[in-house]
């Protein structure tokens, strides 16, 4: 869709840490901050539609189980569309405990960012888009040299 890529996330994350001190020791508490858009209200009587707003805070999973589980999933996936399909600012570390991706799309907000240690993640299809130069991407054709890779649309040869 034309024009959505300027759009802002719905809901903003930041992280928080909840100190607690019992005696001379600190103990820590990571969490998060959400807020943003949670969905929309509709008026009964003239069908007009409100945003919601809303925010949290919760315990920050800081294993990123939900995370992991999800992307072990879609990583097993083998229909076109399926897959794993993200859009990052920055490459996230949990794809690197994966063994096996049939299907890899990654959207980088920024400069695409592949780290060497994905290469031991074995992968049938990449796909990437981002900010990268030919030596880059001559790089990444080095790093997987048995996938199909995409850059920015185009074939990467």
Do not use: Y
């Not at 959505?4 to 996330?9: E, F, I, S």
């Not at 076109?80 to 799309?105: A, C, H, M, Q, Y």
């Not at 074995?122 to 991407?137: A, M």
């Amino acid at each position: 869709m034309v024009g959505t890529d300027c759009l802002p996330d719905e809901i903003v994350k930041v992280d928080l840490k909840f100190q607690e001190e019992h005696g001379d020791k600190i103990v820590e508490t990571p969490l998060e901050l959400w807020a943003g858009f949670v969905g929309l209200e509709q008026n009964k009587d003239n069908f007009a539609l409100k945003p919601r707003i809303g925010w949290m805070i919760r315990k920050k999973n800081v294993r990123n189980d939900g995370v992991k589980n999800k992307l072990k999933t879609d990583a097993r996936q083998k229909g076109r569309e399926d897959g794993i399909s993200i859009r990052v600012k920055e490459f996230p570390s949990v794809l690197l405990e994966l063994t096996r991706v049939n299907k890899l799309k990654m959207e980088f907000t920024d400069e695409i960012d592949i780290p060497d240690e994905l290469a031991k993640v074995k992968i049938g299809e990449l796909e990437l888009s981002g900010r990268i130069d030919e030596e880059g991407i001559d790089r990444i054709r080095n790093l997987f040299p048995d996938t199909e890779i995409r850059v920015n649309g185009r074939q990467a040869q």
